[in-house]
């Protein structure tokens, strides 16, 4: 017996099938163990293998099924979405059952000098032949895999015979049908209902049909009865359904309830961030990826940031800002149709029309992180970027004292405007910056989108959402003295929460989903030789953000922070709270660790 075998221990079940993996087959035996099953085939080589045995993961199945024919088109063709998982059609004449595995294994692998998960669809059928008890065997075979990985115990025939097991909720699926280029069902369809189908996992689907859709549903509905919400959209319906849940009156409860993210959107930043959290190569189809985690159901806390704002508040799980970046997240919505490509076009757009707007900042530094300055003479030098060991015990120590989170964010002591670090009020020449007239109403809507668009936004502010005492000072007064303050002219204030603000661009590349952290980005006139910003720096900016390596460009600061503020002293520029865009006006943010649940 191999050493395997001996860390195995005694099999649960063995018989002996036809394997059959794609147009091969081969005569063999199985094994089923509490976390693997083994194959072992007849013959020194079979299937194209190097040896005779091929070892499933169980943790690696999603599900398995039955069926008393080898074609597997019941499961895999795509028509009618149904909310109810698959049959396991088997007849009592059928001289063959076979028992069908769907795996999905995940392996390392290297990629540009890193390492990264690669899976794939591996589904193995076995055929279970005989004259009498196929059928019994074959049933036997599947109750025992989708009992084994799960990992319940105890793993003995008996225990699994006897189990019931407790009726599982099902999972909510909310789709946006106009998300993005309008593909989000047909990828539903297409790519994440026969994963559903092979799991056999329950669920309902709602299709969004107006906006707000989502946010009044899961504001108002039983959202106990569902095990996990996925959405199917960008990330503008996340937004909804996080901003739902604190809506409610059990809102702590609620917000507990795990929310998934399948990419079907234009920007798709969350959805991207979680794999890459989770290592997962970059080649992978990411719509499969995050339908596995969907139907895994296996969840991670999230950090959530709650922006304050006259108009009130909203929480916000990717990002924050005022400036370029809200610039063309809003006026590219006119190139919706383009996709994602519309971001690179209406950047350049703006780059060539270049906007500066006189605003001030503060925030409340993070602690146990090295200044951006710093770090841009470490890349020089040929460093990277890391984190000081003193990170992981400032976070812990950040969560843990949560609960007096006033005593972190406001300082007893009054407001010393001798440590406020402000730029030159004096007028500068601006060479290679053009400067547009405030004309945002001419220039990019016509009065009729304008009017609509505010009558939108003042519905939206209409409802409110619950807030924890987030122990900062009120919007009307002066931010603490160990806060720090900057006013200047700014190309952009942009704070983001997690690693992606789309699926392409690394904006973020040190965040992580439970870190209690915002990484404040400016760029600014202050920070650039002589006042001047490049507009060649602006355009690397965007061009560098794929690989994660515009942090280390001169004028760009990167700052960790757990509160800000923005001011804006002019009445010009876009403010978007995850891409959405809110009314203009002061903004202060901060972030609630591990408030929220991910699938991951």
């Not at 959202?223 to 359904?241: F, N, P």
Request: charge should be neutral; hydrophobic fraction near 35%; aromatic fraction near 8%.
């Amino acid at each position: 017996m191999s050493e395997g075998s001996l860390a195995r221990g005694d099999p649960v079940l063995e018989d002996n099938f036809v394997v059959i993996q794609g147009r091969n087959s081969s005569q063999g035996s199985g094994s089923l163990y509490k976390n693997w099953l083994v194959i072992t085939f007849n013959g020194s080589k079979c299937m194209g293998r190097s040896d005779n045995t091929l070892e499933i993961k169980l943790a690696d199945v999603i599900g398995c099924h039955c069926l008393n024919t080898r074609s597997t088109k019941s499961l895999n063709q795509v028509g009618d979405v149904s909310t109810s998982p698959p049959s396991s059609p088997i007849s009592e004449g059928s001289a063959s059952a076979y028992i069908n595995v769907y795996w999905y294994p995940k392996t390392m692998v290297n990629a540009n000098g890193q390492s990264v998960y690669q899976i794939q669809r591996r589904p193995v059928m076995l055929k279970v032949e005989g004259k009498q008890d196929n059928i019994t065997k074959a049933d036997k075979w599947r109750r025992a895999i989708n009992y084994l990985r799960k990992g319940l115990e105890p793993a003995n025939m008996p225990a699994i015979n006897h189990y019931l097991g407790p009726t599982e909720k099902p999972m909510l699926f909310l789709i946006n049908p106009k998300s993005g280029s309008g593909k989000a069902l047909s990828l539903f369809n297409e790519q994440v209902l026969p994963i559903l189908k092979e799991s056999g996992v329950e669920f309902e689907m709602v299709l969004t049909t107006r906006q707000n859709h989502g946010r009044e549903l899961v504001a108002k509905e039983d959202v106990r009865r569902w095990k996990a919400i996925v959405i199917v959209s960008g990330d503008g319906l996340v937004h909804e359904v996080y901003n739902g849940l604190f809506e409610r009156d059990d809102w702590a409860q609620a917000c507990q309830i795990p929310v998934g993210i399948i990419p079907g959107g234009s920007g798709n930043g969350l959805a991207k961030s979680v794999s890459f959290e989770n290592k997962e190569a970059e080649n992978n189809n990411s719509v499969r990826q995050a339908a596995l985690r969907s139907v895994k159901c296996a969840n991670a806390p999230m950090d959530i940031v709650c922006v304050e704002m006259p108009t009130g508040n909203m929480y916000s799980f990717l990002s924050a800002g005022w400036g370029f970046i809200s610039d063309v997240d809003i006026e590219s919505e006119r190139l919706r149709w383009l996709g994602e490509t519309r971001f690179s076009v209406w950047s350049f757009h703006r780059i060539a029309n270049l906007r500066l707007y006189r605003g001030r900042l503060s925030y409340l530094q993070a602690e146990g992180f090295q200044p951006a300055n710093e770090m841009q003479q470490q890349k020089k030098k040929g460093s990277y970027l890391k984190r000081s060991t003193s990170v992981s015990l400032a976070q812990q120590n950040y969560k843990d004292n949560f609960k007096s989170k006033r005593e972190r964010f406001f300082s007893v002591s009054e407001t010393n405007y001798d440590s406020v670090i402000s730029g030159s009020s004096e007028e500068e020449s601006f060479e290679d910056v053009v400067e547009e007239e405030d004309s945002e109403i001419n220039t990019f809507h016509s009065l009729t989108e304008w009017n609509e668009y505010v009558s939108s936004q003042q519905k939206k502010n209409l409802k409110q959402v619950n807030t924890p005492d987030l122990g900062l000072p009120s919007l009307s007064s002066p931010v603490p003295a160990n806060w720090v303050t900057v006013e200047d002219d700014f190309v952009l204030i942009y704070a983001v929460h997690q690693s992606h603000i789309t699926s392409s661009l690394l904006c973020s590349p040190w965040s992580h989903l439970a870190d209690g952290l915002m990484f404040l980005f400016t760029i600014r006139r202050g920070a650039f030789p002589n006042k001047k910003v490049q507009k060649a720096t602006i355009a690397q900016f965007l061009l560098k953000m794929e690989k994660g390596e515009h942090i280390y460009l001169p004028g760009v600061e990167m700052i960790p922070v757990r509160a800000f503020r923005i001011e804006p002293l002019e009445d010009r520029g876009w403010m978007t709270v995850d891409g959405e865009s809110v009314p203009r006006g002061i903004m202060q943010a901060s972030v609630l660790p591990s408030m929220v649940r991910i699938l991951s």
